[in-house]
């Protein structure tokens, strides 16, 4: 059973930057597929970007293309969503999911573990 906890959300004006983690625990964290997801109270979960359990791959929705960065250090039992030129449209519960042994996969239902997700507000 793998525990995933987020943290790093909070308030950032539009075009700032801030750093999601998501800490990993109860599992071979390397074995794992990680992505993260956002959702907007009353909207559906949506897709943000995955990192394939080798670290080789990573896939990204299209609306964060060039602004966001996934990546993992696997000493640490961590996976990372780097988000520059935040926009308010951003603005969501931000979750990190796994997946083990999975395909870096934009789908919800391919990830088994989520954390609790950490708020993200950005103003304009």
């Known amino acids: 059973q793998v ?12 075009g700032g930057s801030l750093t999601l983690s998501c800490l990993a625990s109860g ?8 992505g993260w997801f956002r959702q907007i109270p009353g909207k559906e979960r949506e897709f943000v970007a995955a990192i394939r359990w ?6 990204y929705a299209e609306f964060v293309k060039g602004r966001f960065t996934i990546s993992r250090d696997n000493a640490k039992n961590t996976v990372y969503l780097q988000m520059n030129s935040l ?16 395909d870096a996969s934009s789908w919800y239902s391919k990830y088994a573990y989520w954390g609790q997700g950490t708020q993200v507000t950005v103003s304009s």
């Open 27 to 34: 599992g071979t964290f390397s074995s794992y597929t990680m």
């Open 87 to 102: 926009k308010p449209d951003d603005t969501a519960v931000y979750s990190c999911a796994a997946a083990y042994f999975g």
């Open 54 to 59: 080798s670290g080789g791959t990573t896939v």
């Open 3 to 14: 525990q995933l906890v987020e943290s790093g959300g909070g308030l950032v004006q539009a």
